[in-house]
């Protein structure tokens, strides 16, 4: 099944968590227990970057994983010939230097013209995409695009890994999972009927967007919730939302009645850490969520002192 061609397949007690995390960190990750209640809380870096490198980068995701990170976003794209290879955007424009390298566009077409000015990563090979810089601060660097396959071996067990589907062939990512330990990936994809596919296929347990969107047109995320419940039941291992404040004791209660954890991205918390102001993740660190999303991994590991 390709849908690529149907659907364009989005105070914390410190000391006890250390100890917690030092015999959790020493055995195999897999998903059951590493979310398992009183793990310590996982860290996970946006984009699945650490330490300034440019997103979508294998150093990127050495560092993450070097400094402790427990979740590792992996953004899965597909190519023109149908690899899987890790990178966030629809487009190629803003993070590489692709107008630079093919100064008309994908050699196999459309052209640049053609495509509004836009470089489409899937109109292009992955041969196409090796000759490709990352760019950090609108310089190529010395970075290029990896593949699926490069990504999932540098995590290798070490960390989580949340396969985000952004654009994807269900049938070769099958084959590329195959023979490979898969305890400690997750799948998500924006479209609740699509993931499901994907889960039956895979049986890899999914990660879930608790938000209004045009498949769930309500702003009750104990609704939504149970709206993706009814469609992927107990495979759903992590329902995320976009903020601590919608962490409501409602959506808390009803996420444990169905053995669901909640992931929360760190937004004010980071604007103020940025400030200079910790407090508000250490206020955050302290509730229920098994999973924090931040822009600075590395500080907020250093507050759970890892």
């Known amino acids: 099944m390709n849908h690529r061609s149907a659907r364009r397949v989005a105070g914390f007690a410190v000391a006890v968590a250390c100890g917690l995390?030092?015999?959790?960190?020493?055995?195999?990750?897999?998903?059951e227990a590493w979310l398992a209640q009183g793990h310590p809380p996982l860290i996970a870096p946006f984009r699945g970057v650490a330490g300034g490198h440019p997103e979508s980068s294998l150093a990127g995701m050495r560092e993450a994983v070097s400094i402790g990170a427990g979740l590792i976003d992996i953004q899965v794209q597909i190519t023109a010939d149908g690899h899987h290879v890790v990178f966030h955007d629809q487009f190629l424009n803003r993070m590489t230097d692709v107008e630079a390298v093919f100064?008309?566009?994908?050699?196999?077409?459309?052209?640049?013209?053609?495509?509004?000015?836009?470089?489409?990563?899937?109109?292009?090979?992955?041969?196409?995409?090796?000759?490709?810089?990352?760019?950090?601060?609108?310089?190529?660097?010395?970075?290029?695009?990896?593949?699926?396959?490069?990504?999932?071996?540098?995590?290798?067990?070490?960390?989580?890994?949340?396969?985000?589907?952004?654009?994807?062939?269900?049938?070769?990512?099958?084959?590329?999972?195959?023979?490979?330990?898969?305890?400690?990936?997750?799948?998500?994809?924006?479209?609740?009927?699509?993931?499901?596919?994907?889960?039956?296929?895979?049986?890899?347990p999914a990660?879930?967007?608790?938000?209004?969107?045009?498949?769930f047109d309500t702003s009750d995320n104990v609704a939504i919730l149970d709206a993706h419940h009814a469609l992927l039941g107990a495979s759903i291992a992590i329902a995320h939302i976009n903020g601590t404040s919608l962490m409501t004791p409602e959506l808390v209660a009803r996420?444990?009645?169905?053995?669901?954890?909640?992931?929360?991205?760190?937004?004010?918390?980071?604007?103020?850490?940025?400030?200079?102001?910790?407090?508000?993740?250490?206020?955050?660190?302290?509730?229920?969520?098994?999973?924090?999303?931040?822009?600075?991994?590395?500080?907020?590991?250093?507050?759970?002192?890892?």
Do not use: C, K
Request: glycine share 8%; aromatic share 6%; proline share 5%.
């Open 207 to 215: 990660f879930v967007s608790i938000r209004r969107s045009r498949v």
């Open 21 to 31: 995390w030092g015999s959790f960190a020493s055995a195999q990750a897999s998903v």
């Open 103 to 204: 100064e008309r566009g994908a050699p196999g077409g459309p052209t640049r013209a053609e495509r509004a000015g836009r470089d489409y990563l899937s109109d292009y090979t992955l041969a196409d995409l090796r000759q490709l810089r990352l760019m950090v601060d609108g310089v190529p660097s010395a970075h290029g695009i990896p593949t699926l396959d490069e990504a999932l071996d540098l995590i290798a067990e070490q960390s989580l890994g949340l396969l985000t589907l952004n654009d994807f062939d269900l049938d070769g990512l099958v084959a590329d999972l195959a023979g490979r330990p898969t305890g400690h990936l997750l799948v998500y994809n924006v479209d609740p009927a699509i993931l499901q596919e994907v889960v039956a296929a895979t049986n890899l």
């Open 255 to 306: 996420a444990a009645e169905v053995g669901v954890r909640l992931s929360v991205r760190g937004g004010r918390e980071d604007f103020a850490l940025e400030d200079g102001n910790s407090a508000p993740w250490r206020d955050a660190l302290v509730t229920d969520a098994a999973v924090f999303w931040t822009t600075h991994p590395e500080q907020v590991l250093e507050m759970l002192e890892r």
